[in-house]
């Protein structure tokens, strides 16, 4: 069994490592706000590389062993915390802490069904179902995005659950520059600024993709 302490600095590692992964997922996306007919080639082109690089086959393996202990570890330390708080504490953190930082758990659920939802959309189908091929032989994965940013309710769901993921990076990242013993006080506001301000433009930058595709591309 893992101490509290080891809990959280697995914690700390694979939300950092997610953290990292979101913007080289962000920067690969960038493509879709490209001109359609570039964004389509281009954009499949990428998508096609990545399957087929055995390095990026790694660090997927990485990137979904994170993603289920990061979770589990999530799921574990919020049942400690319940049972561990009492009222008295409940009400002290009320006072002394965001309420984005007291609910972490209820961002990190919501984050985890959208992934769950993401993941059937695009990465299932584009694994294991037959999508069509586009004009350079490649799964055109491009069109899949496209159907799937028409739906507005999907695109609600997405804007929404960004928002969950910027609260949730805010504090993520906060804590676990502090539980790694990397928050100095000399540099304290500047972590907090740096944070927040990578959150923001993650979080924005995903949630424009869709709202940008759903009123755009036909």
């Known amino acids: 069994m893992l101490s509290t302490l080891s809990k959280k600095i697995l914690m700390c590692l694979t939300g950092l490592f997610l953290a990292f992964f979101l913007l080289i997922h962000f920067l690969g996306n960038l493509q879709l706000f490209l001109p359609q007919e570039q964004a389509h080639l281009q954009f499949n082109a990428y998508s096609h590389f990545l399957s087929g690089n055995i390095l990026i086959k790694i660090v997927s393996y990485v990137l979904y062993l994170s ?35 007291r609910n972490m758990g209820i961002l990190g659920t919501l984050i985890l069904i959208f992934l769950v939802i993401h993941f059937q959309n695009f990465w299932y189908v584009y694994k294991f179902g037959a ?22 309710w999907y695109v609600l769901i997405y804007v929404l659950s960004m928002v969950a993921l910027c609260y949730h990076l805010i504090h993520g990242i906060h804590s676990a520059v502090r539980t790694l013993g990397l928050y100095h006080p000399k540099f304290v506001h500047w972590f907090k600024v740096i944070g927040t ?10 949630a424009l993709m869709p709202i940008y595709i759903f009123f755009t591309v036909n």
């Open 197 to 206: 301000t990578y959150s923001i433009v993650i979080s924005i930058g995903f």
């Open 67 to 101: 993603i289920i202990l990061h979770a589990i570890d999530g799921l574990a330390i919020t049942i400690k915390n319940k049972k561990t708080g009492g009222e008295y504490q409940s009400d002290q953190r009320g006072r002394a802490s965001k309420w984005y930082s």
């Open 131 to 152: 999508p069509p091929l586009d004009a350079k032989g490649n799964k055109d994965l491009y069109v899949l995005v496209i159907a799937v940013f028409q739906q507005w």
